[in-house]
């Protein structure tokens, strides 16, 4: 059984930042793409980060570009989302995903999801 599963969020005031970490079991992390999506209250949801842990190429969204920075652990199984000064737009629900061998932005390609950890930038 394919289980990912997010932990990491939190409130934290504008100008801070988190470390997402995604647990992954049930699939051999070098077959696949890692994705950080989000969706924040009225949005569709977005992906804001991914990799394909067997060459390491990684993507950010506009929005993530120069604060968020996406790794892998693979002998902890474990993808991160290191999130740093955060905005409050940043809010949002924060799930990984796992796709097999394509790299995509699109959420709706991506085969397993976790249950989301929420963010909250607030003062």
């Known amino acids: 059984e394919v289980q990912l599963v997010e932990s990491g969020g939190a409130l934290v005031q504008p100008g801070g930042s988190l470390r997402l970490s995604c647990e992954v079991s049930?699939?051999?992390?070098?077959?696949?793409?890692i994705g950080w999506a989000r969706r924040a209250p009225g949005k569709e949801r977005e992906v804001v980060s991914s990799?394909?842990?067997?060459?390491?190429?990684?993507y950010y969204a506009d929005s993530a570009k120069g604060r968020f920075s996406i790794s892998s652990d693979n002998a902890k199984n474990t993808v991160y989302l290191q999130m740093n000064s955060l905005k409050p737009e940043d809010t949002a629900v924060y799930y990984c995903?796992?796709?097999?061998?394509?790299?995509?932005?699109?959420?709706?390609?991506?085969?397993?999801w976790g249950q989301g950890t929420q963010v909250t930038v607030s003062a």
């Open positions: 995903a796992a796709v097999a061998g394509i790299f995509t932005t699109t959420p709706a390609r991506y085969t397993f």
């Open positions: 049930g699939l051999y992390l070098d077959d696949y793409v």
């Open positions: 990799i394909k842990i067997s060459d390491n190429t990684v």
